[in-house]
């Protein structure tokens, strides 16, 4: 799995989540893409991969190291 870390990506998440992982309509930072997956800090305070179909753009990604 190929991984490539980003700067200054907010997504907004539209899927339907929980607040115990991600809320419907708040705007997330991306720290990493992965295949077709963004690495989210969700409500947990902890990074998981979700799928990039329940996030819409909301910035442009710096290109990281």
């Known amino acids: 799995m190929e991984s490539k870390k980003v700067s200054g ?3 907004r998440f539209i899927g339907e ?3 115990m992982s ?3 309509g ?3 930072d991306i720290i990493a893409i992965e ?3 963004y690495r989210v800090i969700d ?3 902890e990074d998981y991969l979700y799928s990039k179909k329940v996030f819409e753009e909301v910035t442009e990604p710096e290109q990281g190291q």
């Open 35 to 37: 295949d077709d997956c």
């Open 22 to 24: 991600l809320i419907n």
């Open 43 to 45: 409500e947990t305070d």
């Open 26 to 28: 708040k705007i997330y």
């Open 9 to 11: 990506l907010k997504l």
């Open 17 to 19: 989540g929980s607040p």
